[in-house]
């Protein structure tokens, strides 16, 4: 059985940092990609990064490029969201995700990780 969990979230001051995990187990090797995405309160869930298991240049979401950065460590299991330069607005739950294949869409969710940024 397949999951993800998260971890690193916390409360930061803006012009801050803070790094997330998330932890994939059980039938890893079935991933194409993983993901992050965040929900903000009171607005729907949006795309944040993601990464190929295989290689290729990672995806970022416009609002994000430059100040995060998504990696993995294959032999760990492992991807992480490094976040620098938060602003309030990115404030959210953080969840990690993962998919199959390029055309498939993200199956596999973690449990969410709160990340707030004050002002």
């Known amino acids: 059985q397949v999951r993800l969990v998260e971890s690193g979230g916390g409360l930061v001051q803006a012009g801050g940092s803070l790094r997330l995990s998330c932890f994939a187990s059980?039938?890893?090797?079935?991933?194409?990609?993983m993901g992050w995405f965040r929900q903000p309160p009171g607005t729907e869930r949006e795309f944040v990064a993601a990464?190929?298991?295989?290689?290729?240049?990672?995806d970022y979401a416009d609002s994000v490029k430059g100040r995060f950065t998504i990696a993995r460590d294959n032999a760990k299991n492992t991807v992480y969201l490094q976040m620098n330069s938060l602003k309030p607005e990115d404030t959210a739950v953080y969840y990690c995700?993962?998919?199959?294949?390029?055309?498939?869409?993200?199956?596999?969710w973690g449990q969410g990780a709160q990340v707030t940024v004050s002002s």
């Open positions: 995700a993962a998919r199959q294949s390029s055309s498939a869409g993200y199956q596999y």
């Open positions: 990464i190929a298991y295989t290689g290729g240049s990672p």
């Open positions: 059980g039938g890893t090797s079935i991933f194409y990609a």
